[in-house]
């Protein structure tokens, strides 16, 4: 939340010229590290006041408006909530408000739920749903609220526009979490506020709602069965939703017209691409949509059938990899959403591929051929090994040497790391990826982030929190040699990964379950996974509660710059004719995506003594 007051100071505020819009960009620096869009100071200026305004007309000036509230574990703000009692219960009452500029806009192909606004190159969700989502996602994550979700109402007020301009969008159901008010509605507008508030002090509501305990993210896989077979479990936010609409919007084209048309959708970690994923096939699922999922990750694919698929192997033949679609009749399936995208290769080709098969033809090709909407999920900075080459540009590319129609969605939130930008960007900024190399970190309240002195003391801190229910898995950068061939008569897993007089074996080699480890493609899922090293590619694709990360020797710190030593790499994938730059590019990606996998926090150990002192300098945070 960058600012809270009664809607009377508030409005006395906003009659210095200038005033709440500096104060609340001078807030967003301190709280997001950077400055905010010219477009939202923008809306600061203009939307602000005129809902201000509205709300002392009303005679509600002693409502609480809490301004660019930040929605638990995700970076998604909403606009403003008041925060009031209720005038005929004299309980709490919280009308969440999406404020809007735009003078018209209209439906996208006659789709309510997208919204063309000529401010935009791309459609955006219909502010009804926006706010329904909002208000759907406060419900289920603020504890405050769980007694009494009625309490929560949603409006989308376009102060600016007419109800012409706007007419198309009502096509949308409203309800009491989701309805819009246009400038020509003043009236209406009043008269719905004063139904949700009393004309009464709201800072006791507020106070509850701000000290609302944030319950524990829904985990992707404790849901997924659920998901898939049985209902929607949930709440797709902004361009995710737009996402989900757009796809949607492309099948029932697909099915009306024969039209083929491919989408992509494209975010950063944690920005919710296999939520939206497990919501497409579930839906398209249960209306009996041919659909597929696939990805090039086993650890992955494994976990859907073993989790969605439980005893029931249709919706296990729902989970596929990227290389099973060499011999798919064209368009034989409606929908092929190929998640975790950035991990296509460039043919599907192996050593164990028929001759028959061995045509050179482009993977990518091959999946578009196999669908009329084929879907592509990716992460442009999750590539860690040599060979792939899923990017938005490639993908585009061949759509167009195909003459098809392609649509890309860029989602700009995201939910891992307890929703917060200012960790992923500190993370890109340390590695060197992004920004202007590494910063000391500046606790944001969203995230924790520790160092340790030993792997024992990484070790041991896990342990604590995995007595406290928390989830938590170590994992670590491939610097040691993996035994592969592990057998029931040895004793105990072999402990490759060697630290001092510190030792413990990588996550399990392979499909069985042996000594009491889990299968490799479980270890990120599994309880029995706690004790074991896991690596990029059995960690990339999950989240846990508490990420351990051991930083080896091959990314260390020298005096001032990280320094990539390939031979310090044990990844078989690295050979002599893979380019020093792609290794490091790999190297520092697969850090990345280590450091990214913790939903409340992460502690990192360096096996390099001046590489500690640097994470030391940059960390203040200790145990």
């Not at 739920?113 to 791309?122: D, G, I, K, N, T």
């Not at 009043?190 to 701000?210: F, V």
């Not at 129609?405 to 790391?417: G, N």
Request: hydrophobic fraction near 40%; charged fraction near 25%; charge should be negative.
């Amino acid at each position: 939340m960058l600012f809270r007051e009664s809607a009377a100071s508030l409005a006395n505020r906003t009659h210095l010229e200038g005033r709440l819009a500096e104060l609340l960009t001078e807030n967003f620096l301190h709280k997001h590290r950077h400055r905010p869009q010219p477009s939202e100071v923008r809306s600061w200026e203009r939307s602000i006041p005129a809902l201000t305004n509205v709300l002392v007309e009303a005679g509600l000036g002693e409502v609480e408006m809490l301004l660019e509230y930040g929605l638990p574990l995700t970076s998604k703000r909403a606009d403003v909530i008041l925060a009031g009692v209720h005038p005929a219960t004299g309980e709490p009452s919280y009308v969440v408000v999406e404020l809007k500029q735009w003078s018209e806009a209209y439906p996208e192909d006659g789709d309510p739920l997208r919204c063309r606004v000529s401010a935009y190159p791309e459609p955006v969700l219909n502010p009804i749903e926006q706010v329904r989502g909002y208000c759907d996602y406060l419900v289920s994550f603020n504890g405050a609220l769980e007694h009494i979700p009625e309490s929560v109402s949603g409006v989308a007020y376009l102060h600016n526009a007419t109800e012409f301009g706007v007419a198309g969008l009502r096509a949308v159901t409203e309800d009491d979490q989701g309805r819009m008010f246009t400038g020509e509605q003043r009236g209406a507008f009043l008269g719905y506020l004063r139904s949700r508030l009393a004309a009464k002090p709201g800072a006791e509501a507020a106070d509850a709602l701000l000290q609302g305990k944030v319950r524990p993210s829904k985990q992707l896989m404790a849901v997924a069965a659920e998901e898939v077979r049985n209902r929607e479990q949930f709440v797709l936010l902004d361009e995710q939703r737009l996402a989900y609409e757009t796809v949607m919007s492309a099948v029932r084209r697909a099915r009306r017209s024969n039209h083929k048309q491919v989408v992509v959708v494209a975010g950063g970690p944690g920005s919710g691409k296999s939520v939206i994923a497990l919501s497409l096939l579930g839906d398209l699922y249960r209306r009996g949509v041919p659909t597929v999922h696939a990805t090039g990750s086993q650890s992955f694919t494994k976990t859907m059938r073993k989790v969605a698929g439980a005893r029931k192997p249709e919706v296990q033949k729902l989970f596929r990899y990227f290389n099973s679609f060499m011999e798919a009749e064209p368009n034989d399936l409606d929908v092929l959403i190929c998640d975790e995208a950035h991990r296509l290769r460039k043919t599907s080709a192996n050593r164990y591929t028929r001759a028959a098969l061995r045509t050179g033809r482009a993977q990518v090709a091959e999946l578009m051929d196999a669908a009329r909407v084929p879907v592509f999920l990716l992460d442009q900075h999750q590539v860690v090994r040599p060979g792939e080459m899923g990017t938005v540009d490639q993908i585009r590319e061949a759509a167009t040497d195909q003459g098809l129609e392609c649509t890309v969605v860029e989602l700009d939130s995201q939910f891992r790391c307890g929703g917060s930008d200012a960790y992923l960007s500190w993370v890109t900024g340390l590695l060197g990826l992004e920004d202007d190399g590494p910063a000391v970190w500046e606790p944001d309240g969203k995230v924790q982030l520790l160092t340790a002195d030993s792997p024992q003391e990484l070790e041991d801190f896990l342990a604590s929190r995995r007595a406290q229910d928390y989830g938590a898995r170590m994992s670590a950068g491939y610097c040691w040699k993996w035994t592969t061939k592990v057998t029931p008569n040895m004793s105990a897993l072999p402990a490759d990964v060697v630290i001092g007089d510190w030792a413990r074996p990588w996550n399990l080699y392979g499909d069985r379950a042996l000594l009491g480890a889990p299968p490799a493609p479980l270890w990120a899922t599994d309880p029995a996974g706690s004790g074991q090293v896991g690596c990029v590619y059995t960690a990339q694709g999950f989240e846990y509660d508490w990420s351990g990360v051991i930083m080896g020797p091959d990314l260390v710190w020298r005096s001032d710059r990280w320094v990539v030593d390939r031979t310090a790499s044990k990844d078989p994938s690295f050979t002599k004719a893979t380019p020093d730059e792609d290794v490091d590019r790999l190297v520092r990606n697969t850090y990345k995506v280590l450091l990214t996998r913790g939903m409340i926090g992460t502690i990192v150990y360096s096996t390099d003594a001046e590489t500690r002192e640097k994470l030391r300098s940059l960390i203040p945070s200790t145990l």
